[in-house]
């Protein structure tokens, strides 16, 4: 079960990706986030894009990250300059430096 919904979700980006590729006269497509360290996306893309003639750019897995690190950066620089959150979480606060 979990390899068909990998499958089916991979399918789904790639093919949804291709499209907006195709509708935007792109030339090259390019894998980032967390979601770029899986094996069965890489592969899928660089079958479907090459064969549509997409350069396609794929990023060593190492700098495949996903945001929980830059939040937890930003949050880190926050507390370290001594702000503190006030009470409720904000979604839309604003990532800047806290120096």
Known sequence: MCASFQEAV????????????R?????????????????????????KGAAEGFGVR???RILCTD???MIAHAAWRR???????????DPALPLRSWR
């Open 79 to 89: 507390l370290s300059a001594g702000r503190r959150a006030g009470g409720a979480c």
């Open 10 to 21: 991979a399918e789904t980006l790639v093919d949804k990706a291709l499209r907006a590729a």
């Open 67 to 69: 945001n929980a690190a």
């Open 23 to 47: 509708n935007f006269k792109a030339k090259d497509l390019v894998l980032g986030g967390g979601v770029a360290a899986n094996s069965r996306l890489r592969a899928l893309l660089a079958e």
């Open 58 to 60: 794929l990023p060593a």
